[in-house]
């Protein structure tokens, strides 16, 4: 019987899953991603090929991952290491294709035994930096990423040692510091690799590759305080933590025709590279420790799953594309964090007091460095950015202390004259009281207290004291001999009003009264101050205050509509009264000889 042919694609289908062949790998000698570039060369995601090599291992990891720049022979150097060739080890140079960026397993780890320990170790070949159509970002996070999880970083560099180089791996040592952190907590420090200086040249003009190093990461002197030669001793502090897990090594080159290096044996290649390369495997063999994390060594899947969650940082993470120290990272979150401040800061209305302001200064301040705490890079050696901005934070904060003292001047200052030309006013009413003056005087007083804010405030208040305390000795002795005269000048004036103009006689007599009391105790008594010291002259105070001014009248203020009324309604009852209302209701006037012989 045929099967028809969708039943046969079916019957194939199902025999090639069963088989395995679909869902897993079953050849792991060679070489898989487990690292690749998302499009954009800009950040890094998982490879679930290369992964699956490392998760079927139950033992002990440890991984040897080699880093430098691009075609500095990384890939040629790790097919040798592994004793493999060029057609079956890691693609080497125009060989590789673009599917391999990022970074690359050998699939089948090698078996040791570490302290009694049997562990697994990986080989990583990484993509090389420096290389066309990528951004430093990239390159930035494959070089941190090898540095943490690595065992051994082999720093492959070819003929020298660059200062671009030293500051290259400064970066991702901090980088990957921080990033570790990040994902472990800020108690548990960076466990880095051991660091292998991998020099490939075929002379060091009497030095060995050690000194070499050595010259290149010691401190350069600085007696003057030049700022570039501070900056290059800060790269080479950055890299203080790798300490004594440092090693170099120098390699000669394989053969002069260097494209033809996969073609040949090692009979056709140089005999001191080849003894070298040697010596190389058991310098490597020898630094190999399982990758420890936490105190722990991992297995596949621990290592992967510890893979995920760096990558998962890392990749979070804001990296600048530019430059290589700590304090380069940190400039742009410096900058986001002093925003932060000057915004907060701006919100504050001026003027304030110094308390106030202090207390809003300390809260926006520990708010900005909270968030420079988060976001930072490099835990142990990020001090000088720190620093940096709480010298920025405190600069913007003098300024606003200035602006706050400014503001609180042009305040005081302001109520200051309010209060000035108020006093000088009570100083000449029209009909002096010592009752308005002292409410004049309590109300601004109270009033400058109230709304006279921030550090200007105390030169303020004394000066305010000063003038307060001179008007208010100055009214009161002008005060009573003021009044005197104004009650001299009243008494004349109310006689000729009684006598002449309302023609009330009790009016004319009072005032007569009056003015003969002043006039007479001051002669007798010699002055007028002692009559100042007189029940009497206590008495007509006390009346005149309490007509002048109370909460409800102010006669200063409505002195002349009142005298006004009351001239309309003399007039009125001078005129219209005795017709209107008969002579009971009249004022007791002055009698009139005519008007008595008309009566009769």
Same mark, same amino acid.
């Given at each position: 019987?045929? #099967? ?16 395995g062949? *679909? ?21 890094l ?5 290369g ?54 397993v ?40 090898a ?5 051994? #970083? ?38 880095p690799?051991?660091?292998?200086w ?33 900056q290059?001793?800060?790269i ?35 005999p ?7 010596? #190389? ?33 890392l ?42 302001l ?13 968030v420079?705490?988060?976001?930072? *890079? ?10 940096k ?16 003292? !400014? ?7 302001a ?43 105390i ?42 103009v ?26 007028a ?60 006037? !002055? ?10």
């Amino acid at each position: 019987m045929k #099967l028809s042919w969708p039943i046969a694609v079916f019957y194939t289908f199902l025999c090639f899953f069963a088989s395995g062949s *679909f869902s897993s790998i079953e050849n792991f000698h060679q070489a898989f991603p487990i690292i690749e570039p998302d499009p954009g060369h800009t950040k890094l995601r998982l490879s679930r090929e290369g992964l699956e090599a490392i998760e079927k291992i139950t033992t002990p990891i440890a991984a040897v991952a080699v880093i430098g720049p691009y075609r500095s022979g990384k890939s040629f150097t790790l097919n040798q290491l592994l004793s493999l060739s060029c057609d079956e080890g890691f693609g080497v140079g125009h060989m590789r294709d673009t599917k391999t960026k990022g970074i690359w397993v050998w699939g089948t780890p090698v078996e040791m035994d570490i302290n009694g320990v049997k562990t697994s170790v990986f080989y990583l070949d990484t993509e090389g930096f420096e290389s066309i159509g990528k951004s430093n970002v990239y390159d930035d996070r494959i070089f941190a990423l090898a540095a943490v999880m690595s065992s051994v #970083l082999i720093y492959n560099l070819p003929e020298t040692i660059r200062e671009a180089d030293i500051s290259r791996l400064s970066f991702a040592v901090e980088l990957a510091e921080e990033f570790y952190g990040r994902f472990k907590g800020q108690d548990v420090a960076f466990e880095p690799a051991k660091l292998l200086w991998l020099i490939q040249r075929d002379f060091l003009q009497g030095k060995s590759v050690q000194e070499m190093v050595d010259e290149a990461l010691r401190r350069v002197p600085n007696s003057n305080g030049d700022k570039n030669i501070d900056q290059v001793n800060q790269i080479r502090d950055s890299l203080a933590i790798m300490g004594d897990n440092s090693t170099a090594f120098s390699l000669p080159q394989p053969h002069l025709q260097r494209t033809k290096l996969c073609d040949m044996k090692d009979a056709e290649l140089d005999p001191l590279y080849v003894k070298k390369r040697e010596r #190389l495997k058991e310098v490597v063999t020898s630094i190999i420790r399982p990758k420890i994390v936490q105190g722990k060594s991992l297995n596949g899947k621990q290592f992967v799953s510890f893979l995920e969650q760096i990558l998962d940082a890392l990749n979070k993470g804001e990296i600048p594309s530019t430059g290589s120290l700590v304090e380069v990272f940190n400039k742009g979150i410096l900058e986001r964090c002093l925003k932060l401040y000057n915004e907060r800061m701006a919100k504050l209305v001026l003027p304030m007091s110094g308390e106030s302001l202090q207390k809003a200064h300390v809260e926006h301040r520990q708010a900005a460095m909270n968030v420079f705490d988060e976001q930072h *890079f490099g835990r142990h050696h990020a001090k000088k950015s720190v620093d940096k901005l709480d010298e920025e934070i405190e600069k913007v904060y003098k300024n606003i202390m200035l602006a706050n003292e !400014y503001q609180s001047s042009k305040l005081c200052e302001a109520l200051y004259t309010r209060c000035e030309d108020k006093m000088d006013h009570l100083q000449v009413l029209r009909l002096p009281s010592m009752a308005k003056f002292n409410a004049g005087f309590i109300q601004c007083n109270q009033s400058f207290h109230g709304e006279c804010v921030g550090p200007s405030k105390i030169n303020y208040e004394k000066r305010m004291m000063k003038m307060l305390e001179k008007s208010k000795s100055s009214f009161i002795k002008d005060y009573n001999h003021r009044l005197f005269n104004w009650l001299v000048a009243f008494s004349l004036f109310m006689v000729v009003v009684g006598r002449f103009v309302i023609k009330f006689i009790l009016v004319e007599i009072g005032a007569w009264i009056l003015f003969i009391f002043l006039e007479t105790y001051t002669r007798m008594f010699w002055s007028a101050e002692s009559l100042y010291y007189n029940p009497v002259w206590h008495f007509i105070v006390a009346a005149w205050e309490t007509l002048v001014y109370s909460p409800i009248l102010d006669l200063d203020r409505w002195a002349i509509p009142v005298c006004v009324m009351a001239v309309i309604f003399v007039v009125y009852w001078r005129c219209y009264g005795r017709r209107k209302h008969g002579p009971m209701l009249l004022l007791p006037m !002055y009698s009139n000889p005519k008007d008595r012989h008309r009566t009769e």
